[in-house]
């Protein structure tokens, strides 16, 4: 299909891009216990942008039989309104792309039955007389073709699966949600399933008693689930896009040691057995590493080709595209490598399964009064690039004398995201992936807790 | 397309069948800073089959090429016939629907040329661009959109929708030295070209906004009493009270159900709130929601007694009450699920106005505008645009970072004034839930005051 788009583009335009995707979902649901449906989703599409008169456009269909001409017609309707670029499509790649596992067998052949079965396991194993429990196992297989005119072609299969876990407990007015998952290209076995389980547990056992919260500038361990507040605004502000457009905090500031210094955070879309890992982007380019953070010092900021045209650089391949509109910036795997004290960095252990660690990853011994935060309410509302933030708990647990002693409600938190981050005061030893993000957790000192 | 439905209707084998195809035409326009992202026009087409059986569970299959209908039909069969159930589903009544509902379409979109389009998000842009150099940069983009929604099922139902949407939306960011700051201006409407000419001055009042903030103090962290700003009352009650009263949250959960008891008290009596999807020319409004039934105007809670909910079929039948037509899906590729439309905060006596609430308030905070807002069911957060401190009965300085935290039994049981300057707020963006976003919904309200509330932030 891409050969045939890029031949009938041939000629009428300068140069063009476009990438095919096919994509197949099995997904089974279980609502208060009780598997409730099954469904699946098949989907195509194809994504054309057109350099015409030095002139990028775009199209996009999910038409069953796509003509080629009206697509290409339409790409270069849309490029006579379109910016000049100077857009340089990557030519055939000189080495073979990196090798890197995205499908799995176990994944693509799982039977319906097995992810109902999946799905039980964690129904029952979930099960309190006092909690509602939500299931849903999706697995997912893709197929992706990219190619351009200069050349370049690619082609991988990815397999993908997510199961979550939701646990709602209503006691009077009180509500407590606990929410986790797996997600990884490979089938999770039983082990991961139980650490899932375990998880939940530990999390909803320590919820059960309502404490006061605390008020102040206090020590606050922020969960991996609970650092997106602080990680979003560096996501945003390393983003090769907000630089250029000039509202990124960090512009400018490569090469500035602006963090702690055993703050090492990775884009790395080669990552063993994650869903988000590809051996090349959506625009042809050969996928790599980029070190957005390394020992604290603000290392590089990630590109598109056309952001990477436009800053006179080169893409780091992270082009994303959909179906419709133009390929933009996305991350792939957000990996945060921790440096100890001695400089030594710890391991990122790529596997799903592990012991499941303490609340707080080991790092509430020495706090006298203080919070370990696992869910904000809001995050990614208000002004997320400046780094200030203000959330409402969603699932928060006080800390008195190195000890969890219970669940606080009606709190919120605030802080910035850079100046938090400047000095870290300790890293927990429960790194763990959430969704596209591997993290430990982090202790951050200063933090403002407001409390009714 | 009716007859090629309700063909492969008859050939399902399942005990009830739905099918909805939807063909939809849009065209997008966006800016960065001065630069043209984009300018694309597209076309998205694709099915979705529900079915049940005795016995059974929903079998779901959606996808995008028409022809495999048929197939697809067997196939959702195939999937309800693999999830056993004891307790079978059940659907409440819906008296059966034909008929073609086109909406005002108010200046076909599909008849303005796409560089029209650009001319006119290139002046709201514009126009934020020149308020200041401090307004670094702006993100501006038009959407429009024109659904064709055909939907039909085995109990003889069979309908055809055209519905038109149309948003502009601006964030114009401002930045000195190491601060930023954001305005944010959205309008979105069912409806057409025409609806969304002259708006420059909004553009620009969001604009100037952002770079007032610059030198705006962030709030003090701590508990106030708030006004709320219409728009913002209106995001309020979306998120905290409105996701609630969606009886998919209590259906299957005997605590959440005795938790919203009908009958029980959740504000003072003068707190009045609705869903309309059946008002007139709204981004929520609708003729009849995705499982065909008519929508209509449901009082949630009268004079402070919560006195209704949200319905699917599904969820009106388990609780043996009626469906309100609030089955609502994003697109063919998701399952409907109960869904808010147009919400609101009544009105209060006639004639209540702001300087009613604001009177004896020595120190507040006025919230006003919403860059969003998200709700945990009991807690909820939302997160204002800008804010004043009210001092000795006064609007006084401008302030920034106002987010609000809070439970929602306590706040909304704080209440205590309403104003009767009623507004609908036609944004863009939308709702979001169990994947499914961006929702189109509209929020209506008019001023309100918290007698007392948690606002975040430095303490």
Redesign the interface.
């Known amino acids: 299909m891409i050969d045939r788009l890029l031949e009938s583009a041939r000629g009428k335009v300068d140069g063009a891009d476009a990438l095919w995707r096919r994509e197949e979902q099995t997904a089974v649901t279980f609502e208060s216990g009780r598997l409730k449906s099954a469904g699946i989703s098949e989907e195509a599409g194809l994504n054309l942008r057109v350099l015409a008169g030095g002139r990028l456009g775009v199209a996009g269909t999910t038409a069953a039989k796509p003509d080629p001409a009206e697509l290409v017609g339409r790409a270069r309707a849309s490029a006579e309104l379109g910016e000049v670029v100077e857009l340089a499509f990557p030519s055939a790649a000189a080495t073979a792309l990196p090798r890197i596992p995205t499908f799995f067998d176990r994944t693509a052949n799982a039977s319906l039955a097995e992810l109902i079965r999946m799905g039980r396991f964690l129904v029952e194993r979930l099960a309190r007389p006092d909690c509602q429990v939500n299931i849903s196992v999706q697995r997912e297989l893709a197929d992706t073709a990219v190619g351009n005119t200069a050349g370049a072609r690619g082609e991988y299969r990815a397999t993908g699966i997510g199961v979550t876990a939701d646990v709602t407990r209503i006691a009077g007015d009180d509500v407590l949600m606990v929410y986790d998952q797996y997600v990884g290209a490979d089938l999770p076995n039983d082990a991961d399933l139980e650490t899932l389980v375990r998880s939940v547990e530990t999390r909803l056992t320590a919820a059960l008693k309502i404490v006061a919260p605390p008020d102040g500038a206090l020590p606050v361990v922020f969960t991996p689930a609970g650092l997106a507040a602080v990680v979003l605004p560096l996501e945003q502000a390393l983003s090769g896009k907000t630089v250029l457009q000039g509202s990124s905090p960090l512009a400018g500031k490569v090469g500035e040691t602006l963090f702690d210094e055993r703050l090492s955070i990775f884009d790395d879309p080669l990552t063993p057995g994650r869903p988000a890992s590809r051996p090349i982007d959506d625009e042809c380019v050969p996928s790599r590493a980029t070190g957005l953070v390394e020992n604290g010092v603000v290392g590089r900021f990630v590109y598109d080709l056309e952001t990477a045209a436009r800053a006179k650089t080169q893409s780091t391949g992270n082009g994303r595209r959909g179906v419709f509109g133009k390929p933009h910036i996305g991350y792939t795997n957000i990996v945060f490598r921790m440096g100890d004290r001695a400089g030594a960095r710890h391991g990122v252990p790529y596997g799903h399964a592990g012991g499941v660690p303490l609340l707080g990853g080991g790092l509430i011994a020495d706090i006298q009064d203080g919070l370990i935060v696992d869910d904000l309410i809001g995050v990614g509302q208000g002004n997320v690039i400046g780094g200030a933030f203000s959330h409402p708990v969603g699932l928060a647990y006080r800390v008195q004398r190195g000890e969890v002693t219970g669940r606080v409600k009606d709190a919120a938190v605030a802080g910035n995201a850079y100046e938090l981050l400047k000095r870290i005061g300790g890293c927990g030893n429960d790194g763990r992936w959430l969704g596209a993000r591997w993290s430990p957790s982090l202790l951050l000192e200063g933090v403002s807790v407001a409390r009714r | 397309m009716k007859d090629r439905l309700a063909e492969s209707i008859k050939q399902s084998r399942a005990d009830y069948t739905e099918i909805r195809v939807e063909r939809t035409w849009s065209s997008?326009?966006a800016f960065?800073?001065r630069?043209?992202?984009?300018?694309?026009?597209?076309?998205?087409?694709?099915g979705f089959v529900r079915v049940l059986n005795p016995g059974h569970?929903?079998?779901?299959?959606?996808?995008?090429?028409?022809?495999?209908l048929p197939a697809m039909v067997q196939?959702?069969h195939e999937?309800?016939q693999?999830?056993?159930?004891d307790?079978p589903?059940r659907l409440a009544e819906s008296a059966p629907q034909t008929g073609d509902a086109v909406l005002e379409l108010d200046g076909d979109v599909r008849g303005v040329a796409?560089?029209e389009k650009?001319k006119l998000l290139d002046r709201y842009n514009g126009a934020m661009l020149a308020v200041s150099n401090a307004i670094?940069?702006t993100q501006s983009s038009y959407r429009d959109e024109v659904s064709e929604v055909w939907y039909v099922n085995s109990e003889g139902t069979s309908l055809y929708q055209l519905r038109p949407e149309v948003v502009v939306s601006g964030t114009a960011?401002g930045?000195r030295n190491?601060?930023?700051?954001?305005g944010l201006e959205s309008i979105g409407l069912r409806k057409g070209w025409n609806s969304v000419q002259n708006y420059e001055d909004k553009f620009r009042v969001v604009a100037q906004r952002a770079v007032d903030l610059l030198d705006a103090p962030?709030v003090r962290?701590?508990?106030y009493p708030v006004i709320l700003d219409n728009e913002l009352a209106g995001v309020f009650i979306h998120e905290a009270f409105g996701h609630l009263s969606e009886a998919d949250f209590v259906y299957?959960?005997p605590?959440?159900r005795?938790?919203m008891t009908l009958g029980r008290r959740f504000g003072k009596p003068v707190l009045n709130v609705g869903d309309n999807g059946a008002a007139t020319g709204l981004r929520g409004t609708l003729p009849y929601d995705d499982e065909g039934t008519p929508t209509q105007d449901t009082p949630l809670i009268r004079e402070g007694i919560l006195v209704g909910r949200l319905h699917s079929r599904e969820t009106a039948a388990k609780l043996g009450e009626r469906p309100t037509g609030n089955a609502r899906a994003i697109s063919f590729?998701h399952?409907p699920i109960v869904r808010m439309t147009n919400t609101y905060i009544a009105p209060g006596k006639k004639g209540a106005q702001f300087s009613d609430l604001i009177g004896d308030i020595k120190l507040g905070v006025y919230a006003c505008g919403a860059?969003?807002?998200?709700?945990?069911?009991?807690?909820?957060?939302?997160?204002a645009g800008w804010g004043y401190m009210i001092r000795d009965g006064k609007v006084a300085e401008l302030v920034?970072?106002v987010?609000l935290?809070?439970?929602l039994?306590e706040t909304l049981d704080r209440i205590d004034h309403i104003a009767g300057d009623f507004t609908w707020n036609q944004m863009g963006g939308g709702c979001g839930k169990g994947g499914q976003f961006p929702l189109p919904v509209t929020e209506g309200a008019p001023h309100v005051r918290i007698e007392e509330a948690?606002?975040?932030?430095?303490?």
């Open positions: 997008a326009v960065r800073g630069r043209l992202e984009t300018a694309t026009v597209s076309e998205d087409q694709g569970g929903w079998g779901i299959a959606s996808f995008t090429s028409l022809d495999e196939r959702a999937l309800s693999a999830v056993r159930l307790e589903i796409l560089s650009k670094v940069d960011i930045r190491g601060t930023i700051e954001k962030r962290g701590g508990a299957e959960n605590q959440a005795e938790m590729r399952p860059f969003g807002g998200q709700t945990m069911l009991e807690n909820f957060s939302f997160t920034k970072d987010v935290a809070g439970n039994f948690l606002i975040g932030g430095d303490v």
